[in-house]
C-alpha cells in the first residue's frame, strides 16, 4: 500500500510538472510538443532560466544565511535539473566548484552505484544535461566533504519524508554524508504536503526544504540564526 501511495503521488507531480512546461512554452508563443514527451531526463534545458529560476536563487540564499553559512569556502552538493524540476541552475554560478551526481561514467554506460564529480564550470551556459559524461566518477565516500546537499524531490512533508523519483539513488548515496551536513530538497511550492507522506525504513529524511516561495526548516539543530 505504501508503495502504491507513493507512485500516486510521483504520477501526479509529473503529471503538473509537464503542464507548468507546457504552459511556459506556449505563454512564449513556442510549440509545446503535446504528446511527443519531449520532457526526459536527456532533454537540453533551454538557456533562459525558467521563471521559477531566481526565486529559488533568494530561497537558497536565504537558508545559507539562516544555517550560517556563506559561500567562501562553501562545498555543496547540486544536482543537474531535467526540464521538468525546478529550476537551480543559478546556483552553480554562485560557487566557485561543487558535487554533482555522476549517472554515467566515462565510457557512457550508466553506472550502478551513486557517485560523483567535481564541477567547477560556474557558467550556467556550460551545464551538462543530467545523463551526460562529466569526467572521471568519484567513489560515493566524497560526499562527506559537501558541507551541504541540495537534492530533488517530488513531495516534502513538515516531517521531512521526501519522495523522491523512485530509483533511490539518493537513498544509498546519503549513507556517506558527513554527520550534520544540512540535506535540503527543492520543490516546487505546491509539492509541499500538509499531509504525512508514506515513508518506508530505508528512505532518508531532509533537514529543511527550498521552493520558489522561501526556504522551511524542519529539523531544529539546523537553525542558528
Given amino acids: 500500500m505504501c508503495d502504491e501511495r507513493k507512485q500516486a503521488i510521483r504520477q501526479q ?13 506556449a505563454a512564449r508563443g513556442l510549440e509545446t510538443g503535446a504528446g511527443k514527451g519531449p520532457f526526459s531526463p536527456a532533454e537540453s534545458l533551454p538557456c533562459e532560466i525558467h521563471p521559477e529560476g531566481p ?18 569556502d562553501l562545498l555543496p552538493a547540486l544536482f543537474l535539473p531535467t526540464p521538468t524540476e525546478p529550476d537551480i541552475r ?3 554560478s554562485a560557487v ?10 566515462e565510457d557512457g554506460c ?10 567547477d ?12 559524461i562529466l569526467g ?43 554527520p550534520g551536513a544540512p540535506i535540503v ?18 528512505d532518508v529524511c531532509v533537514d529543511a526544504v527550498v521552493t520558489p516561495s522561501g526556504f522551511r526548516i524542519l529539523t531544529s539543530d539546523l537553525s542558528f540564526a
Avoid: N
Fill in 90 to 92: 543559478l546556483l552553480f
Fill in 185 to 202: 530538497a527543492v520543490i516546487f511550492d505546491d509539492e509541499w504536503s500538509a499531509q504525512p507522506l508514506p515513508r518506508l525504513s530505508h
Fill in 136 to 178: 572521471a566518477p568519484m567513489s560515493p565516500e566524497v560526499l562527506r566533504q559537501a558541507d551541504i546537499i541540495l537534492l530533488p524531490a517530488l513531495a516534502v512533508d513538515e516531517d521531512g519524508t521526501r519522495i523522491g523519483q523512485g530509483g533511490g539513488w539518493y537513498d544509498r548515496a546519503l549513507k556517506h554524508a558527513r
Fill in 55 to 72: 526565486a529559488l536563487m533568494e530561497a537558497w540564499r536565504g537558508l545559507l544565511r539562516s544555517l550560517c553559512l556563506t559561500y567562501a
Fill in 96 to 105: 566557485s566548484h561543487c558535487l554533482v551526481p555522476a549517472l554515467v561514467g
Fill in 121 to 132: 564550470a560556474p557558467s550556467v551556459e556550460a551545464l551538462p544535461r543530467p545523463l551526460e
Fill in 13 to 25: 507531480a509529473r503529471s503538473k510538472r509537464h503542464e507548468r512546461r507546457e504552459h511556459e512554452l
Fill in 110 to 119: 550508466r553506472l550502478p552505484d551513486p557517485a560523483w564529480v567535481m564541477w
